[in-house]
């Protein structure tokens, strides 16, 4: 399974911005697909996640209400929209899959077995 994130940019506090995130290989295989977010020095954090076939979401709670995760199956394709940005929601944004058959805590980082390379959104104040 590959992946590959985009629609990072840059923006002003208040704004929006859509991330997308592509799934091809063997999508078969896929269980949830989730999204984290990473700042230098920092450890990387849970966004957002939901399940591949399913409907049930889960969000951290630093972005709970803004930002809303969604998917296209027909397309292959996740997506994070970002309302409300603020400057701290500034990050390297990456998307990953978790397999089947693995623990279903979607925000567990350890579960995710691919990642797509991450893509810069930054958020000006």
């Known amino acids: 399974v590959q992946l590959q994130a985009s629609g990072g940019g840059l923006v002003q506090a208040g704004g929006s911005l859509r991330l997308s995130c592509a799934v091809s290989?063997?999508?078969?295989?896929?269980?949830?697909v989730g999204w984290f977010r990473q700042t230098p020095g920092e450890e990387r954090e849970f966004v957002a996640a939901?399940?591949?076939?399913?409907?049930?979401?889960s969000y951290g709670n630093s972005v709970q209400g803004r930002f809303t995760i969604s998917k296209d199956n027909a397309k292959n394709t996740a997506y994070l929209q970002m309302n409300s940005l603020k400057p701290e929601d500034t990050a390297v944004y990456y998307c990953?899959?978790?397999?089947?058959?693995?623990?279903?805590?979607?925000?567990?980082?350890?579960?995710?077995?691919?990642w797509g390379q991450g893509t810069l959104v930054t958020v000006s104040s």
């Open positions: 939901m399940y591949w076939r399913g409907s049930g979401t």
């Open positions: 990953a899959a978790k397999r089947i058959f693995t623990p279903s805590d979607l925000a567990q980082l350890a579960s995710y077995a691919w």
């Open positions: 290989g063997r999508t078969s295989s896929v269980y949830a």
